[in-house]
């Protein structure tokens, strides 16, 4: 891949690192360690103007309709700085503590609510999520609000549901490393809700086992039934 020219969008420059690198620049992928400072608000306003000419595009009058007159801006920011944010921004600290009470029974967080979008339609995606860890005398424990902002930084991507849950199974196994751990994740998708088959009921509810609660069957019912009831 040739090398951007100095004064070449701000998107070709952070692609042409990503490339050089070998690095994956999927939609449900974070970009932030190719991202130099200063070039998010770049971005932003790149992404702006582009979203400009999808406006016109589409036929609309932002010069005299004064409810779009705006949108290109808000839309940049949305995807930018909000919905995609955990594309762009670095993961959020996360302080670790030793498990020093050698806790090994069953911690379930949840219902956490999460936001996403499906990469298909860039369509929302609202829903929630249920951890269940089994720790160990060596596992990291983590405070409780940090499992909320882990989940908002891996779901604020556009993707599909199941590769999300994935996502964060395999976030939480690195950091707390724990013997056993299992998510489930109910939710809406706007782009049947709202587009094609216009279904209003459907939602779609996936999980993900590891260790103790794929081993163990007992567990992963505790799990289970503990969540239904919430």
């Known amino acids: 891949m040739k090398a951007p020219a100095p004064d070449a969008p701000v998107s070709e420059r952070i692609r042409y690192r990503l490339v050089s690198a070998g690095c994956r620049h999927h939609a449900n ?9 200063g070039e998010l608000d770049d971005l932003q306003a790149e992404v702006q ?26 839309v940049a920011k949305m995807f930018v700085r909000e919905v995609f944010a955990g594309r762009y921004a670095k993961p959020p600290a996360v302080t670790e503590f030793p498990n020093v009470t050698r806790l ?3 911690m379930i967080v949840g219902p956490i609510t999460v936001r996403s979008a499906c990469s298909h339609h860039l369509c929302p995606i609202m829903g929630k999520v249920w951890i269940g860890l089994l720790p160990n005398e060596h596992s990291n424990l983590i ?13 604020s991507r556009p993707q599909i549901q199941e590769e999300a849950v994935t996502m964060l199974a395999n976030e939480l196994q690195e950091r707390v490393q724990p013997d056993g751990l299992a998510l489930v994740m109910e939710a809406d998708h706007f ?8 279904d209003t009921e459907s939602k779609m509810t996936n ?24």
């Open 191 to 198: 782009c049947m809700h709202w587009r094609g088959v216009k």
């Open 207 to 230: 999980s993900v086992m590891r260790g103790a609660f794929l081993k163990d069957a007992n567990l992963r019912r505790e799990f289970l039934s503990l969540i239904s009831k919430g």
């Open 104 to 106: 090994n029974e069953l």
């Open 143 to 155: 405070g409780l609000s940090k499992y909320a902002r882990l989940c908002d930084w891996i779901m």
């Open 29 to 37: 992928d974070n970009i932030a360690e190719h991202i130099l400072p």
């Open 49 to 74: 103007a582009r979203m400009q000419e999808v406006l016109k595009s589409l036929v609309i009058d932002t010069d005299s309709d004064h409810n779009t007159q705006d949108t290109a801006k808000r």
